[in-house]
């Protein structure tokens, strides 16, 4: 069975830097999304990506957030400047078109900013 | 926006009972509702999913039931094991094609524990 993937599992980084997260959504797929998840809280909805560009962000997703569809394949989220406060996991999630609406997570990445 | 309410937050149950999770969601455009496991360190794996055309939907143990009017879903699990030990999210969206770009609002989520 087909699934989203994720790499790394986990990143490691400094504050300040700019890390840059991989996802390879399930090849059939119109609609990408980034979603993440502190420890012990819910999941929150970062943005979603249709037809090349974003459709929707939340207020987390700031001018240090962006988001790429570089090769038709591989999603990519992208952190400028990270703070402290972005130590989440990172989940991708991939969805069909035509109105199924079930989303598949990928294993997520776990970023800790030191 | 969308607002998802859920409890209990923890919840433990002898092997064989029953288990309920109920959620409340604010936006009455919502008409997709998913419930996601997720294991200790691991995805989000869809167990059941309901749409607002229809009140109940089972897949052997598990259940959901929606009330459109009263804007709340439950999660009903019966015949508990302890492989069902995991934390239990609902989700809201509105789904479907057109505008719609399927955003999933979760709730905090609930800590299902089964005693063996």
């Known amino acids: 069975e087909p699934e989203v993937t994720q790499t790394p599992s986990h990143q490691v980084t400094q504050m300040g830097q700019e890390v840059i997260l991989r996802c390879v959504p399930i090849?059939?797929?119109?609609?990408f999304y980034w979603y993440r998840q502190i420890l012990g809280q819910k999941v929150e909805f970062l943005v979603s990506?249709?037809?090349?560009?974003?459709?929707?962000k939340s207020e987390i997703f700031d001018d240090q957030f962006s988001v790429e569809r570089p090769d038709g394949s591989n999603f990519t989220l992208k952190i400028r400047s990270t703070k402290l406060e972005d130590s989440a996991m990172y989940f991708c999630?991939?969805?069909?078109?035509?109105?199924?609406?079930?989303?598949?997570f990928g294993p997520g990445t776990r970023l800790t900013v030191l | 926006g969308e607002n998802v309410e859920q409890h209990p937050s923890t919840l433990s149950v002898q092997e064989g009972d029953s288990a309920v999770i109920k959620c409340t969601y604010s936006?009455?455009?919502?008409?997709?509702f998913p419930w996601y496991k997720q294991e200790l360190g691991k995805r989000p794996q869809l167990i059941i999913d309901i749409r607002s055309n229809v009140g109940e939907k089972k897949d052997q143990r598990i259940a959901v039931t929606l009330n459109k009017t009263a804007k709340h879903f439950s999660l009903h699990i019966t015949e508990t094991q302890p492989e069902d030990s995991a934390v239990y999210f609902c989700a809201a969206s509105i789904g479907g094609a057109g505008t719609s770009y399927g955003k999933l609002t979760f709730g905090q989520g609930t800590i299902l524990t089964v005693h063996p």
């Open positions: 990506f249709y037809n090349n560009e974003i459709s929707e």
């Open positions: 999630a991939s969805r069909l078109a035509g109105g199924l609406d079930e989303q598949f």
């Open positions: 090849s059939n797929h119109l609609y």
């Open positions: 936006d009455s455009a919502s008409n997709y």
